[in-house]
């Protein structure tokens, strides 16, 4: 436990030089770009250090050409301006750039080669890997991610797992958010314990709930049995129904926290004329609430659907264990589980690039279409 | 007349909306308390026959549960010290600048938000094996660190926005640098949006399991969410040390959620409305 104590220790003492140097290349580079030495004197140490450091003269020669170019370009391009902004990026950027840049590449690269369990040791021993065009992309298509469920089948429920979950996320918690926002008593207490399904670990939340769905000793079952009904077999026959109101339950909170923050900045005054003029309940809503919320709800939709596309956790934490079924799992779930269930990694950075594309098609759809109707309340 | 019997069906159906809500966590104290030989049962009374805390005290000394929390700690830490730290620069350049790129830069960084994370985690978990971080804290460091980076970046974008300019253009005619006046004015009057983006990057890393379960295989490195899951098993037989665990790690995240939520709501409009 000491040892990777002081490794987590070294970890960031190195980060913190990693960042010093960084900002001293860039302060440098920044300050220095019109001086006679600048050129000469940058390129060689880039040259001499990289040399000395990976022990090549062939990486020194291409670490003094890549220094060239960015000496050039700073003396010519930059040449010195909008310094600070950028060193005060540059840590994040780089962060950025090797965790999400970088992998999201590599991903691309992986789809059309041939990792799995059985290239891998050939993998980390040569690093390379035979390329295989496109073939797990049409893999993608033709054969099960998993040992049973289409491509296709994933899709729709997917579309329907987003569209059901928001669906009622925003009706729930729009209905909670109205009686919230009513004059009554006691209303910072309900709303205290309302969130308490967003504010709960959501691994605690859903393995808790899971339990609930027991067959046998779980509440919900118990409840029926009570009743005098035939208990109902959630987690194998309904996994499907059972993941999405463990997510129903959970997400309902976030929609009413949102929508309750936006009812409360509409003033009085609207209800008010509306009511002098003899507006119903039902046109107030209609006419003063809504449209006065879309500013506020159309973010949250516009999130909610991305969180619950991309949703695993409820799905793999009720499912996953040896043997769980695969009627519930949606393209994400799948996705991780064909990574690191059945190990077919560069069959899953295909199917990854293949779910990417379609989230993006969906929303520059939803983009065009919420300009749509924005044009059309004007 | 209406309006009594209005407010009675709002209070009526808050109610019922609540208990809904509060039901589960009630479940899991009832079954924590629950003795030895009736842990498995279809009792539902909220304070069992018998009840004793010997969950609690097994699930402490009879499994790893400690350690899983020091391990969180430990990452859950490091990584919120990181993130905080290269979002708070980013932050600030984002706020203050007009430089080639600085609005696709933002809009870019929302774009990752839409990520699926699976996706990311398996080039990265390659990485991660290729570096031999597999069951190492650092593994899972490196593979945290920067995916609450852009939302915090927003977050203290959107809080450096509402700090009058002026107090910089002061400290910069009393003669310091640039980066002084952000070291020096802007950092210190933004402690409260520092402390919901650690807060934000903390409860992301603390509440994480998906890649924790691909990167640490061995037990003795697990993070809580790991070790809970392997409680609960596939039939309950644990349920009383699963409750009780889960119990003890709910209490304080509920408490600190419940304390920031309010900030933490605010910082999310700030930085959804100010874009």
Request: proline share 4%.
């Amino acid at each position: 436990m000491m040892t990777s104590m002081l490794q987590v220790l070294q970890f960031v003492a190195l980060i913190a030089a990693f960042v010093a140097l960084l900002e001293l290349y860039l302060h440098v580079h920044f300050a220095h770009h019109d001086e006679r030495w600048f050129l000469p004197a940058s390129v060689t140490v880039v040259a001499g250090l990289a040399a000395l450091l990976g022990r090549s003269l062939v990486l020194g020669v291409s670490a003094a050409i890549v220094e060239a170019a960015v000496a050039l370009f700073f003396i010519h391009v930059v040449r010195g301006r909008h310094s600070l902004p950028f060193m005060l990026l540059a840590p994040g950027l780089l962060g950025l750039g090797l965790l999400i840049v970088y992998p999201l590449c590599f991903e691309v690269y992986l789809a059309f080669t041939d990792l799995k369990l059985t290239t891998i040791l050939q993998w980390s021993r040569t690093g390379t890997l035979p390329f295989v065009g496109f073939k797990q992309f049409v893999k993608v298509f033709t054969s099960s991610p998993l040992s049973e469920v289409t491509f296709w089948r994933l899709v729709l429920r997917t579309v329907g797992w987003t569209v059901v979950n928001v669906g009622l996320h925003v009706a729930g918690g729009f209905v909670l958010a109205l009686l919230l926002n009513r004059d009554i008593r006691g209303r910072g207490i309900y709303r205290t314990f309302l969130v308490i399904p967003w504010a709960m670990p959501q691994v605690v939340a859903v393995l808790a709930l899971r339990g609930e769905f027991h067959s046998q000793f779980g509440f919900v079952n118990v409840m029926l049995a009570r009743l005098g009904l035939a208990p109902v077999e959630w987690l194998t026959l309904h996994p499907f129904l059972t993941c999405t109101l463990i997510n129903v339950w959970l997400g309902i909170p976030f929609m009413m926290v949102i929508i309750l923050g936006g009812l409360q900045s509409i003033s009085r005054h609207y209800y008010d004329a509306a009511a002098i003029d003899g507006a119903s309940a039902f046109q107030q809503l209609r006419h003063i609430t809504l449209p006065l919320l879309k500013p506020v709800l159309a973010p949250a939709v516009t999130l909610g659907c991305v969180w619950t596309f991309n949703n695993i956790n409820v799905i793999y934490l009720v499912t996953g264990q040896a043997g769980g079924t695969e009627d519930a799992d949606i393209l994400v779930s799948a996705l991780y589980k064909a990574a690191f269930t059945y190990y077919r990694y560069s069959y899953s950075a295909a199917f990854a690039i293949v779910i990417s594309l379609i989230l993006l098609g969906a929303s520059l759809l939803w983009m065009r279409f919420s300009k749509g109707t924005e044009s059309v309340y004007g | 007349m209406g309006r009594r019997l209005r407010d009675w069906a709002t209070h009526l159906a808050l109610w019922t909306a609540c208990l809904i809500c509060v039901y589960p966590l009630l479940r899991i104290i009832a079954v924590s308390l629950r003795p030895g030989d009736r842990i498995i049962s279809t009792d539902l009374s909220l304070i069992p026959a018998g009840a004793t805390a010997a969950s609690y005290a097994s699930v402490l000394g009879g499994t790893h549960f400690l350690l899983w929390l020091w391990n969180s700690l430990v990452v859950t830490c490091t990584t919120a010290f990181i993130g905080v730290c290269l979002a708070s620069t980013a932050g600030y350049a984002f706020s203050r600048f007009k430089f080639p790129g600085s609005r696709l830069g933002l809009t870019l960084l929302l774009g990752t938000q839409m990520i699926p994370a699976a996706m990311l985690l398996l080039p990265l978990f390659l990485m991660i094996m290729k570096l031999g971080l597999t069951n190492t804290y650092l593994g899972v460091i490196i593979a945290y660190s920067v995916s609450s980076l852009p939302f915090s970046i927003w977050i203290l974008k959107g809080y450096y926005d509402t700090i009058p300019r002026s107090l910089e253009e002061a400290a910069l005619v009393d003669g310091t640098s640039r980066f002084g006046a952000f070291w020096r004015v802007v950092l210190p009057l933004s402690t409260p949006a520092l402390a919901i983006a650690f807060l934000f990057n903390f409860t992301q890393a603390w509440n994480e399991y998906l890649v924790a379960r691909v990167v640490l295989t061995d037990a003795l490195r697990y993070t809580w969410t790991l070790g809970l899951f392997e409680l609960q098993g596939q039939y309950l037989t644990q349920w009383g040390m699963f409750a009780a665990a889960s119990l003890m790690v709910t209490v304080p995240v509920l408490l600190v959620f419940l304390y920031s939520s309010k900030w933490l709501i605010s910082g999310l409009t700030l930085g959804g409305v100010k874009g």
